[in-house]
């Protein structure tokens, strides 16, 4: 339900989720060179990206994990969405929460307000489905995405290495 109620409140402000597309994915994730280098580079091939697409985390419901393409009205890839229904940090199977894996956003939409307007639908969506928090992890050195999150709204619930990373793990209520 949370799928179907996200793909229609997305057509409604002229934006639609496409079947995934590992080249037109690959490019825009190699155009944001600023994550590609706190993320040491990741992906750097067509075969990152599908593990990106198609990996579900261990002890999740392949039903719950879901990677969307995200278009605009002139068929251009504006942004990718990865989420875990029902899983938040503390709790694996807690059925009230999101988890955001990613939310990548074309570098050429960077700053108009596209990323929030995304944001804000997916929380909408949860909202109808009776989710009552969006969790996700943030590398800490990545500056404008922490501003981003905090900007919607959420704050870091605590600090974690994931034997990679130092990332902020951020919580938002919804309700």
Same mark, same amino acid.
């Given at each position: 339900?949370?799928?179907?109620?996200?793909?229609?409140?997305? @057509?409604?402000?002229?934006?639609?989720?496409?079947? !995934?597309?590992?080249?037109?994915? %690959?490019?825009? *994730?190699?155009? !944001?060179?600023? %994550?590609? @280098?706190?993320?040491?580079? *990741?992906?750097? +091939?067509?075969?990152?990206?599908?593990?990106?697409?198609?990996?579900?985390?261990? %002890? +999740?419901d392949t039903r719950s994990k879901h990677y969307l393409? #995200?278009?605009?009205?002139?068929?251009?890839?504006? $942004?990718?969405?990865? %989420? #875990?229904? &029902? *899983?938040?940090? =503390?709790?694996?199977?807690?059925?009230?929460?999101?988890?955001?894996?990613?939310?990548e956003i074309d570098k050429k939409r960077h700053n108009?307000?596209?990323?929030?307007?995304?944001?804000?639908?997916i929380a909408d969506a949860c909202r109808k489905n009776?989710?009552?928090?969006? =969790?996700?992890?943030?590398?800490?050195?990545?500056? @404008? $995405?922490?501003?981003?999150?905090?900007?919607? &709204?959420?704050?870091?619930?605590?600090?974690?290495?994931? &034997?990679?990373?130092?990332? *902020?793990?951020?919580?938002?209520?919804?309700?």
């Amino acid at each position: 339900m949370l799928l179907e109620d996200l793909k229609e409140k997305l @057509k409604a402000i002229n934006l639609e989720i496409r079947e !995934n597309n590992y080249e037109e994915i %690959f490019a825009l *994730y190699e155009g !944001n060179e600023e %994550f590609r @280098k706190l993320s040491n580079e *990741y992906p750097v +091939t067509l075969e990152k990206v599908k593990e990106d697409v198609e990996d579900v985390p261990p %002890f +999740t419901d392949t039903r719950s994990k879901h990677y969307l393409s #995200i278009y605009n009205l002139h068929n251009e890839l504006v $942004a990718v969405v990865d %989420f #875990i229904d &029902g *899983y938040s940090f =503390q709790d694996k199977n807690n059925k009230n929460a999101l988890w955001i894996g990613l939310l990548e956003i074309d570098k050429k939409r960077h700053n108009s307000g596209l990323g929030t307007l995304i944001f804000n639908t997916i929380a909408d969506a949860c909202r109808k489905n009776s989710k009552t928090m969006i =969790q996700l992890g943030v590398i800490k050195e990545n500056h @404008k $995405a922490v501003k981003f999150w905090r900007k919607v &709204g959420f704050d870091v619930l605590r600090e974690v290495n994931n &034997g990679e990373f130092d990332l *902020y793990v951020m919580e938002k209520s919804i309700g």
